[in-house]
């Protein structure tokens, strides 16, 4: 482990210590690397749409967590109208309509809860889907911090 590492794995010690709970903790970590700039330098793997509009999500690196953003996504219209309710959309969207929040994933965590536990929101405009938590794992296996290698292309 090198010494940024060291630091990062206590800087999340304090910050989890500090928030109200582990998925502020993890959301609070997710903005600061990214608006500091320093996402890259934690992430092992990326989701990307296999035509190439969007990053889907993206795999990082905090101490002995395994977590994933996933991003914001807009659904077409017809999906948005089928798969949600209008109080649901008031509720949960950014801007009322159909732009969903992206989510910030602790990886193991959803793996213990069962072989099958997956993020659902894979979404971008040509792909609608999820990824099991285990392929997840399975795909930052070794992987060092800041070398993530090629996408994986939904
Ligand atoms: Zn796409």
């Keep these: 482990m090198s010494n940024t590492d ?3 794995a206590l800087w999340w010690i304090a910050l989890e210590a500090k928030s109200k709970d582990r998925q502020a903790a993890l959301d609070s970590a997710h903005q600061w690397l990214r608006d500091a700039g320093a996402l890259p330098k934690v992430t092992t793997h990326k989701y990307v749409c296999q035509r190439g509009c969007k990053l889907i999500a993206t795999v990082f690196q905090i101490g002995d967590v395994v977590a994933c953003a996933v991003e914001d996504y807009k659904l077409s219209p017809e999906l948005n109208l089928s798969e949600s309710t209008e109080a649901g959309r008031a509720r ?3 801007d009322g309509r159909g732009h969903w929040p992206g989510h910030v994933y602790d990886v193991r965590q959803l793996a213990a809860s069962g072989p099958n536990a997956s993020m659902d929101d894979m979404i ?3 792909h609608h889907g999820k990824v099991l938590a285990s392929d997840v ?12 290698g090629a996408p994986t292309r939904l």
């Design 6 to 8: 060291a630091d990062l």
């Design 92 to 94: 949960n969207t950014l």
């Design 124 to 126: 971008c405009s040509h």
């Design 137 to 148: 794992l399975a795909a930052v296996d070794g992987v060092r911090p800041g070398h993530p």
